[in-house]
Structures are given as structure tokens and as C-alpha cells.
């Protein structure tokens, strides 16, 4: 079986348990609502409308979204040693990380979506230039599971890995937050060529946590 | 080397967990047959099996072996989510192998009628036997085993002998770590006694 | 009480029909005088006419979540199964009522204020009470054993009927679009019209049918279905 | 043994095992600290400094660190089965909610502070009313975990409980995080009677869910 | 009123889970000295245990007893950071007992060098030891345990029914349940046979 093969399979279980118990997308779809609700309640829409604010609310719910639900998923498979059941498979550590960004990444595609409607519903945002914002946000989605996943798996069998997590990942993940709120406002406010650069650099991003991801995590996981 | 492809060994292999030594310079090699682990409770068997399945760093020494082992440990190491169907389909198919003998297998270990529910509604024992069941469903050379008969009714535990009897007799190797069941001794082809950390192949 | 007044066992299919009847009927007049025979409005014109609607299904909303609340007590305290039928069946009417006023509130909205949806106080806290009883029916379908639905129910019900006098006082804080209390004021008497009055009581009339009708209707599905499940 | 006795031992156990394990409080402070940093970053340290933003950053940031500390504090509890064992005690289950209260208030206020002091020294914010604030502080920390200690017995063992207590809690809360939001920002900006009058309205919140919890959870537990 | 005093009964108990009967109005009455319970994967045995303790609600049908029980189920029910001897602490603490015995149980049961150590490090069976130490601590006169035998070597076994002989003796109830151990069967009062959640108490 191909290495390939074998990530798709890590992902749809992986999928199909989120599925069953959708933990991470419903969570994170609340909050971004809750939260455009809530500040929009409190500092009045004209701020909450700003396409600064709003995107940084917008990737910073993502950004916890993707800690969560990838904690979750390793606390799944910490029940009853799913997880050792898994390693112990000939191929397992190699397949695991790739499962787990493949099937994270399209946890949260699922959340920016919705949550990225949600939030130009209710703040009734203007869209300049639509196509844009989606390159964004695929890019931003797919940049930000690599690096918490090895996080995540650094932090495994840690004594205090619920607390190490957050401290390990948020540091790492602010130039790809900050990089994906100005490429977000850039796209909604117009500015293309600002969205396309900051959209590269999201994929930069993306392509060296992910190469270092493959290459470590196997070693990481015993 | 028939022995290293349906087996595994350990040289001198060592391992220590928060500072203590566990594992103390154990030189074992696994083939064809039933091995069978006794020792009293914390002396190491556990971790004895986690070492010859690759799943815990040694600190001296090394492992060799195919890594095609199929390891149950004390937990049933199902996913909680999924059924127990589902679950043994992703083994074989992880495996590359076929997928169409599960249904039967779940069946002969008397949880045919719970292979859909998710596996945290089973009962312990249903949910051990699910577990079980994939020494049928993914047919690999090397079996470790650690106290496979823990929560199983005297009917379970009578397949489980019958299973593992006939993995020996096709010629797998069957590693089996357990307190109970002084019987499963007479199949044995070797007995380590494990105290503390330090094996004794000659018991 | 209000369970008390839901007649038991046989009672039920008997007069069940004749509050289907009487509830379409009051409907057919409320329409009829909410279309034609009440005034026009001064300022408004004929748009206002949504009020027969919006304002009528707001407060058998608000008499919903309140008869939940009270349903949920009864459970709690007597673990009769007959409280935990009625709980759900008016949470699920009051989710429905609400959600059908909010829609009307929001077309009403967008002649009169120019747009479908503001950031006002009244509104988010509506669109919150919708949201929690959208939960408390979530929480029932994710539940997979009757004791523990209807417990787990019943003390979400008892939460979240904070929020009704929520919603009605939130027109009370500062810089609120929608309408000030206009019938239901803290002393004086209602500032309305007194045929356009007249109007929206049949209204309110006709929607408690419909209420009361929806309600013997489920109720009496809830129950058949936890006999069948108490017989197997 | 009397009950405050038991509700004291249940959140001495608690509060041990998250000292062994910090998940709650180290992840809630770094996401402040990393919604601060991002919201200054990004959207400019004029709106971010703006005392009705930040504190309604600030209150958002602790509800959602409550029902993180929550959730996790109850994870904890089904490993191994050991919430099982508590409840099997003589008296378990009325300790249970007081217990798991006190803990989370006690961890959150520690949380509170922390968060409160960075981000006053982050955005370089002005306090006009210092008491007023540490008022209003204390008594919105103490109305948080009620409801959410609740919402979290409710959606116990079920299939998607992580994601339904966000749904639960969250729109529960948003009084009191408003109630919360206003007296922190009049604080800040030195409106006593204001600050008193919503610190007022967070102490009605506190008791009433206390009282509707140490009422309730028990028969919701079984 | 001895046997209410110290036991705890089912009158007419039928437990459903997930829409299915899992307990069938069982009529059932717990007092001192030794009920075992036998019967096969999946036939209701913890869920009988758990409905004696009040942890399961009743769909139809009461449970009378006192509150004073002590249930420890298929898995330790060990907060997972906290040691050994702290868990046992907080369940002591907890009934307003005395701790001072605390030290010297967990040495009898033979995790005296591990007792400060958090349990998730622990072997299985040492876990197992800690938890079944509570016996001795807690002088609970209504015991519960569930598959106690599990992970345990021959000595814990053996220390194991000394303690159950101990504390029938004592006149102290006591309910097992477990697969193991046929030779309990003489020390038992009572001996219920549970079928598909039957229970049929002339075994
Ligand atoms: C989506 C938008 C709207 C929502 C969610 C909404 C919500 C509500 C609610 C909850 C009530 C019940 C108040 C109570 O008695 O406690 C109510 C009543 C009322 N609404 Fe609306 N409303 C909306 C739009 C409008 C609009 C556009 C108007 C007219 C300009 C309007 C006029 C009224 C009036 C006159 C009442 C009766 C007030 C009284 O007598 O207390 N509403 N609405
Ligand atoms: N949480 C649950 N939800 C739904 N069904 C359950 C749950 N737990 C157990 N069951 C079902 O109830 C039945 C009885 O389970 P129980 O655990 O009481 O059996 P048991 O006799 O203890 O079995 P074992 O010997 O395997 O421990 C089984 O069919 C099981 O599938
Ligand atoms: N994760 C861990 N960290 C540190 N020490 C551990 C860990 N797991 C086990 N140990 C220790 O290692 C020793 C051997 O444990 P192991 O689980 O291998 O024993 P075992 O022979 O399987 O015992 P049992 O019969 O109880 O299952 C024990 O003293 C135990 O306390
Ligand atoms: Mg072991
Ligand atoms: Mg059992």
C-alpha cells in the first residue's frame, strides 16, 4: 500500500469519528458566531464591521479552532490506546501526520466557510474582490494544521501537554495569523495585488511546515 | 532467516521510563510458535511486548523485525466514534488486505449484533472480543498479545485458546503475556519469566 | 397550571378535532379582520398589518418557552413522562413561532427601517432565545436514553427560560430601534387604536388555538411513542 | 461531613491535578495574551486600546477560557472512569457542582488577573476606578462557571458534547459577559455608579446560578 | 433492619440504554455476606452493579439503600495526576474517615514504592492494586466490585479473596462480579446467574 493510500485512510477515519461526534466544527462555527454577535453587541457594528477587526476576529477563532480540534483528536485517540493501536501498524507513524492535516485542514475549510459566511451576513460585510478571499483562505486553512499537529505530537506523552500545546503553537502561529488577517482585509478591501503576496507567503508557510512535519513526526511519535 | 520474518528479537535492549530501568539488557528472539510471558504485576511484561512491537525508544541495545506486527495491548485500542466494524475495516484495509472476512469474524467472537454500534457502548468484553477478532481479520505473522483473556466469559476465553492454538499450528508467532490460565502453558513453546525487568528464557 | 388543563389519556383524541376546527376558524377571522377591516395605518401604511402576525407569535413564543420551563419543574419533581411530552412539544412549537416571528419582523424591518437585520438590542436577544431552544432540542436529539433526555432536557429548560424577560425588557436599554411596549405597558392603558386593539386580540385569540391545537397534536405523538418504547 | 466541607475537598482535588497538569490556566492566558498581541498587530493599538474593545475581548477570551477549563476539568473526570467513583460516594453528587465551581472560579480569577494585567500593560490602558474594577472583575469571574459547570454535566457522554456546549453555554452567557463588558469598560473609564450598578447585576447572576445549580446538577448527573 | 442497614436492594429494577432493555425487572435484595454474579459478555452484570450503586437511572422500578457504598468498576476510577495515595485520600477524606491507614494498605497491596507516583504511570495491575486498596481504607459495609480479578497476578488474586473472605466475615455485603475464580463459588451466599439482563437468582 502507498504511502498516499494510507494518509487517505488515517484522514477518512479520522473524518468519519468527526463525523459521528463533530466536536471541532461545530465549536469553532459557534464561537466566530458568538463572537461577531457579542462584539457587534458591544462595540457597536461600525467597529465590528472594519475589515481590519473583523478578519483578525475571523483567523484568530480559526486559529483556537485548529488547536482544539487537533487536541481533540489526539485525546480520541489517547482513549483506550487508539493511537498506540495505530502506530503499531507497519506504516502507521508515517501515515499519521499526513492523515491528521489532511483531514484537519478539511475540518476547517468546512469552518471557514461557514464561518466566514456567518460573518459577512452578520456584519454585512462587502466583498471586493470574492475570488481573492477565497485563494486566502484556502492558503491560511491549509497553513495553519501542520504546525499544530507537530506541536500536538512534540507535546504527546509530556506531563503538562494540554498547557504546552497553546505555547508551543500560538508563537509559531502569529506571522501566519498576521499574514492571513492583512491578506483577508486586502482581499475585502481591494487591494489585489496586497492578497496574492500575503496569499504566497501563506503557502510558503504551508509547503515548509508541512515537509518538516512529514519528515519529523515519524521520528517524534515513539 | 525464517525466524526474523515472522518474528522479532531484542538484543541487549534496555529501557527506561521517568529515570527507572524497566527493561534490563534483554536478549530475546521470537519465532514460530507460542511464547508465553509470566511474571508478577509492574515486573515488565508490557513493556517487554511494547519493546518487541517497536512502540517504546530503547535506551540501550536494539530491536529487529518485520514491522508487520499486530499488537492488542491491555486496552482494546479501538476508536471511540466508530463502530467496532468500522474500526476493524480501517486495520485491513490499512494492511491492504480484504475486507470482506470481517462481518464473519466480529460474528464468530459473538458481537455480530453490536458491530454497528460504536465501541464505547460495548461492554468490556464485547469490546475485547471486538478487538480479538482482528487476529482473524488481518492475517499477520507476528501476534503480541498482553492479557488478551482479561473480561472474557468462559466462552470467549475458550475461542481465544482455540485461536491461538491454531496461529501456532499455521505457524505464526504468538507472543502472549497474562496472569491467568495455567493451562495455555503445556501449548507453549517457550515460558519467560519476567521479574523486575530482567527475563528468564529458561523457565 | 397550565399541564393541568391538558386533558390525559382519552380525553385527548376527542377534543382534539373540535380545536382544530375552532383554531382554523378564529384564524379565517383574525385574517379577514387583519386585512380588511382593521384601519390603516397613520404613519405606516398597510405595512403594519404584519403586526397581526409578528406580535401574537412573539408572545405564544415567549408562553412556549415559559410552559417548557413549567414542564420541566413538573419532570423534575414527579418524573411523570407526561411533563417530559409536553416540554418538547412546546419547545418545539415556541422554535417554530419564533422562528416564524423573527421572519416576519425582519420583513416588517425592511420598509420601515430600510433593512432586514441591525445590531439592536431586541433583535440579537431574540435571535439568542431562538438559538438556545434550537440547543435544547439539539441536546434532546443527541441524547440517546429517555430518563436522561428528559433530565438533561428539563434542567436546559430551566436555564434557559431566563431569557424571555430578556428579550421583553431589552427594548429598555438605551438607543433601541423597535417599537417601545405599546400594549403590554407597565401601567396605563394600551396606546392603540381601539378597533386596531380589538384586531390584534382575535389574532392573539386565534394563535393560542393554534397553539393549544399544535400542542394536543404532538403531545399525543409524544406519548404514543413512549408507549411503544415502555412496552418492548 | 457537611456539604461546604466535601465541596471543599472536590475542588482541592481538582485544583491538585490541574496544578500537576495546567491545561486550563496556561492555555487561557497565552490566548489572551496572543488575542492581545494580534488584535494590537493588526488592527492598530488605537482601536485595540479603545476600553470597550478591549474588554470585550478580555471577557470573551474567559468565557471561552471557562468552557475550555470546563471541559477539560470533566475529561480528566472520564478517564479511567473516576467521576464514576466520586458520584458513587455517600453525598458525590451534591459536592460535585460546588466543587467543580469553586475550582474553576479559583483557576480562572488566576487566569484573570494574569490576562487583565497584560493586557492593561500590552495596550498600555488607563485605569480611572482601580477598586471598581477589581470589583467588577472578581464578581464576572465568579458568574462565569455556574452555567457552564452545568451546561457541561448536561452534554456529558453524549456523541457530540464538545460541540454542544459551546451552543449550550454561549448564548446563556452573553448577559453576563455584556453585564460584564460594560462595568469592566466604566471602570476603566471612570463611571463608578455605572461599574457598581453591572457588578450589581453579575452578583444576581452568580447567585441565581449557583442556587439553580447546587438545585439541579445533582439529579442531572445520574 | 440489618440487611437494608448494610445492603441494598432492586424491586422490579428495568434499566434502558440507548433504546434498548438491558436490565428486565429484576427483584433483588443485597445483605451481608458474599452474592457472586455470573453470566456471560454482555449479559448486564456491570449494569446490574451500577443500578445497585445508583449510578444507572431506573426506567421503572426502585432502589432502596443506603448510601454507603463502595463501587469500583472494569476500570481503577483514579483521577489520572493525582498519586495513589492521594486518590485514596481524597475518597477517605471524602467519608470523613481516618488516613492514617492509608500508607500501610497500599504497602499490603504492594504498590508501597509506587504510592507517589501520578497512577497513569503505573502498570495496569499496580493500578488495579491501588484501587482495590480502598477496601481496606474505607470500611464501606456495602462493597461493589466489578471484574476486581482483572490484571492481577497470582499473589493479588490470592490477597484479593483473602480481603472478600475477610470482609463477608466481617459481615459485610459483598458483590462480585466476575468470570473468574469458579472456586469463590463456595465462599458465596448467593450465587445470581444473569442472562441478557435476567437475572435469575436460584443459581
Ligand atoms: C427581525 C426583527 C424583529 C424582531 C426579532 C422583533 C422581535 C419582537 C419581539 C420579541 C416582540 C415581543 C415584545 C414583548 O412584548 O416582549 C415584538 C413586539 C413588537 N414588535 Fe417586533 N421585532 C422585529 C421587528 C419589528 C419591526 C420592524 C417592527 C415595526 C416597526 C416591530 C414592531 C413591534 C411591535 C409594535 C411589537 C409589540 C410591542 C408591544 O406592545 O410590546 N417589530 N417584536
Ligand atoms: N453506555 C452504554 N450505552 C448503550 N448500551 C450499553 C452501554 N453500556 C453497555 N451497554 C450494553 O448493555 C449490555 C450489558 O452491558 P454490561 O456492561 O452490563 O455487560 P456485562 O455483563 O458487564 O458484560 P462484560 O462481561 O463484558 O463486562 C450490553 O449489550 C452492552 O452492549
Ligand atoms: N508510562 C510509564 N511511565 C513510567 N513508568 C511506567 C510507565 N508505565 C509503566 N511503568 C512502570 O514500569 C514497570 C513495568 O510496567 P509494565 O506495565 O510493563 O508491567 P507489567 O508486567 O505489564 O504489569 P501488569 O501485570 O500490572 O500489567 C512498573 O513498575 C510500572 O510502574
Ligand atoms: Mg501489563
Ligand atoms: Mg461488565
Redesign the pocket.
Known sequence: MSVPYRIALVAGRELRAERRQPDGVVAAVTFIAVLVLLESLVVGPSIARDTDVASALFWLALAFATILATMRSFDRELEDDALEGLVALPGGRDALFGGKVLSLATVLLLVAVVGGILSIVLLDLRIALPLHLLVVVLLGVLALPPIVVVDVVLALRLRARAALVPILALPVLVPQLVAATRGTSAALSGDAVGALSWAGLLFAFAVVYTVIGLTIVPAAIE | MRTVQSGASLHDATVVLDDRVILRAVNLDVGPGLTLVRGPNGSGKTTLLRALAGLVPLARGDRKGSGDVLYIGHRPMLLRGLTARENLEFFVRFRGGDTRGIDGALRAWGVGEDMDRPVERLSAGERRRAALARVETEGVPLLLLDEPFADLDDAGSRRLRQTIARARDDGRSVVVATHAHPELDELAKTRLAIDDGVVDTAA | MTETTIPRGNALPRIRPWLGIAAAASFVVASVMALFWAPTDAV?GNV?R??YV??PL??L??LAFVVVFLASVGWLWTKNPLFDAIAVSSAEIGVLFTGL??????I???P??GV??TWEP??V???I?FVMYVGYLLLRGLSTDFSRRATRAAVFGIIAVIDVPI?????LWANS?????????AGGS?A?DSSMLLTLMVSLGAYTLIYAYFMTSRISLERARQERLWTT
Chains 1, 4 share one sequence.
Do not use: C, D, E, N
Open positions: 405606516q403594519y404584519i403586526l409578528h406580535v412573539a408572545w413564543a415567549y416571528f423573527l421572519v416576519a419582523g425582519s416588517w424591518a425592511k420601515t427601517w432586514w437585520w431586541r433583535l436577544t431574540t435571535a432565545m428579550v421583553h425588557l431589552s427594548v430601534l423597535h417599537q417601545l411596549p405599546t400594549v403590554l405597558r394600551p392603540l
